[in-house]
């Protein structure tokens, strides 16, 4: 077992309770050669190790927060291949599928985290495969290294745990079609598929809570999730604000001449002004 930094003495009395409790699990237990205590890792190689090491022994991940924004460390657990069990309140609770890429815990509920811990790795020892079908459903995240480096030929994206690539003039192609069969291609790099279905196209403006409503960021905060909702939402420039809450829309298609691909965490294409032009045109012929 491996818990976190006890290097200096804590100020803080929640965190002096809580590791008063744990010394006294570990006497009651009695696995003190079993616990290690481990400092903050600052270094990107480390810490990929210390998740290698922990997977390569068949082990799990654990991240019991009362609450956790977004995950980092569930990332970066799940993609060096080790099951997890994180907390499902916050960020956790989208990254994880339960039971399939990992399993959600409610940290208000240790006996019930305890357990479904214990019957994870129970039928691990019954099945030797199971750790496996958990393991390989670890997401890969890759990054370019841009050409934006600290100094000549060096990368900007060169941590362990994601796979980084060389920046090239690829292109990933995300493509809008138009109820006339109308195609056109744009950039954009997500997992996602709405299949076949149609859906009603809508200007930002039409459902923007703002007054600037033709423009509207990534994250939808700007819209009125009533009108957004089952809807694509056309907006006329792209900003990025992936941290906020998502609305109901189904997806989003900008309108923005950049020359590089995001990845969405929803349906999204980014098409050029000019083929944003021709987007506008469709929603007002079909008014």
């Avoid at 003190?32 to 400092?39: A, D, L, V």
Wanted: hydrophobic share 35%; net charge negative.
């Amino acid at each position: 077992m491996v818990a976190g930094d006890r290097r200096k003495e804590s100020k803080d009395l929640e965190e002096k309770e809580e590791l008063k409790e744990m010394y006294g699990l570990i006497e009651i237990y009695k696995i003190n050669g079993e616990f290690q205590w481990i400092s903050s890792q600052m270094n990107h190689v480390r810490n990929s190790e210390l998740y290698s090491y922990a997977a390569d022994t068949k082990g799990a991940f654990v991240q019991p927060a009362f609450y956790e924004a977004f995950g980092l460390t569930v990332v970066e657990a799940k993609t060096c291949g080790l099951p997890t069990f994180a907390t499902f309140h916050g960020g956790p609770a989208e990254i994880i599928v339960h039971g399939k890429s990992g399993f959600h815990i409610d940290p208000y509920q240790g006996d019930k985290a305890s357990e479904l811990i214990v019957s994870f790795f129970e039928k691990c020892r019954d099945d030797p495969t199971h750790w496996e079908k958990i393991s390989q459903e670890g997401y890969l995240t890759w990054n370019s290294t841009g050409n934006y480096g600290p100094k000549r030929a060096s990368l900007t994206n060169a941590a362990p745990w994601i796979l980084t690539v060389a920046a090239s003039n690829r292109r990933f192609i995300g493509k809008v079609v138009l109820g006339i069969d109308e195609i056109i291609e744009g950039n954009a790099r997500n997992g996602f598929d709405i299949g076949a279905q149609k859906l009603l196209l809508i200007r930002a403006e039409d459902a923007s809570t703002c007054d600037n409503g033709r423009i509207c960021d990534v994250s939808f905060l700007n819209l009125n999730k009533t009108l957004a909702e089952g809807k694509i939402i056309f907006c006329e420039e792209l900003i990025i604000d992936i941290d906020s809450e998502i609305s109901k829309a189904t997806g989003k298609i900008f309108a923005d001449d950049v020359d590089f691909k995001f990845v969405y965490p929803f349906p999204a294409s980014c098409l050029s002004v000019h083929n944003g032009e021709r987007i506008k045109s469709y929603i007002n012929s079909t008014k």
